[in-house]
């Protein structure tokens, strides 16, 4: 599962990633980081069965922790399956099934890269 984290100006600079690793064992994998120096959006994608105790475990360190259930939104009365997203999505998140575009949202790490890619725009990115 995918967990989008927020980390705020104070504890940017921290290792915070490192910690959570030690503490919880879990095999994290960072799919996506915009960090700088004074703030950081993180997508990781960690094992199911570990996601509660990671989540909890971020949340002590002041990092706000979003869980990305549905990440992307494609509105399917203005999507004309012109296949445009398949080829921009760095994660696969679409392809094609029968001549149409189809998608597993789950895939989706929010680079946003497929927003400004659709010439519909029918995709958006559901933000928290
Ligand atoms: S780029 Fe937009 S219109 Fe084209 S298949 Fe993707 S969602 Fe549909
Ligand atoms: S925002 Fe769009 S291009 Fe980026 S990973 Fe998600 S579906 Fe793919």
Redo the contacts with the bound molecule.
Sequence with gaps: MKLMLHVAPGIVRQPLIASVILETSALVNIERASIDAVSGEIVLEVPAEKCAVVKEAFERRGVKVVPLEIPVI??EN?????????S?CPTQT?RFEDWR?VADEGKCIQCGA?IM???????KLVLK
């Design positions: 494609r509105d203005e999507c004309v399956h012109c296949g445009a997203c398949v921009i679409f575009v497929c890619g659709c010439p519909q725009r029918a995709l």
